[in-house]
């Protein structure tokens, strides 16, 4: 079953807007990890978020952690139209973390040029 | 490309059919992993192995699935008797597990798309 529930669903904006992706989970977690998945494409992995941070950063990408309420949020700023994907959140939640990741269902982002 | 493949891309087949997919991890990385996703959904666990063996597996994996890693590279995913409910995209991964209490990604291939007919 599925851990993560992304939130929107489906996502639209304009080049150069920024988009803001939630993600929800029910169980206690070792990290969280954000993958982007182009159509035809595997996924590609893009940040991973410790559960003793609170906020990481790369590149356009910025993540949130609030373990208190077992949410991420990922946020693209200044988005392209080579964003446009489908983007998961996986939390791995073994004590002894690196194996199993359990993904959400995902949020579709379009972006429009 | 030294990046985690998978062959075949596609595979159609009927029902009850046997099917085989394999999957070739980067290099160095000692464990590999099976995720199956279906359209709209996100990919769902169903084996991983460190090395050669295979330390857990899904509910997802009936017995009608059978997974190895033999010599602690390549993957072979075995379907038995095929039915339509399997058709979905078979994902492999890899990563290298250095130490424990580490987080590691894991590096995903293109995919096997299974139809069943």
């Known amino acids: 079953s599925q851990q993560g529930e992304e939130d929107p669903q489906a996502l639209s904006i304009q080049e150069g807007e920024n988009a803001t992706m939630n993600c929800s989970y029910k169980?206690?977690?070792?990290?969280l990890q954000w993958y982007r998945q182009n159509s035809g494409r595997g996924l590609v992995h893009l940040i991973l978020i410790r559960s003793n941070e609170r906020e990481k950063h790369s590149g356009r990408l910025r993540v949130t952690l609030d373990t208190s309420k077992k949410s991420s949020s990922l946020l693209i700023t200044a988005s392209r139209a080579a964003d446009t994907a489908s983007y998961f959140c996986?939390?791995?939640?073994?004590?002894?973390?690196?194996?199993?990741?359990?993904f959400g269902e995902g949020t579709q982002l379009t972006v429009n040029p | 490309d030294t990046g985690v493949s998978q062959d075949p891309r596609h595979k159609i087949t009927k029902r009850g059919q046997n099917v085989t997919f394999r999957c070739d991890p980067i290099?160095?990385?000692?464990?590999l992993y099976w995720y199956r996703q279906t359209l709209g959904q996100g990919p769902e666990f169903l084996t991983y192995?460190?090395?050669?063996?295979?330390?857990?597996k899904s509910r997802l994996l009936s017995d009608r699935f059978s997974a190895e890693r033999p010599k602690g590279s390549f993957s072979t995913l075995e379907i038995q008797r095929t039915e339509q409910g399997d058709s979905a995209m078979y994902l492999c991964?890899?990563?290298?597990?250095?130490?424990?209490?580490?987080?590691?990604?894991?590096?995903f291939g293109p995919g096997t798309r299974l139809t069943v007919l």
């Open positions: 192995f460190q090395n050669e063996a295979q330390l857990e």
């Open positions: 996986a939390t791995d939640r073994s004590e002894t973390s690196g194996s199993r990741l359990t």
């Open positions: 991964a890899s990563s290298f597990r250095l130490a424990e209490m580490v987080p590691n990604e894991q590096f």
């Open positions: 290099s160095e990385h000692n464990r």
């Open positions: 169980t206690s977690i070792n990290n």
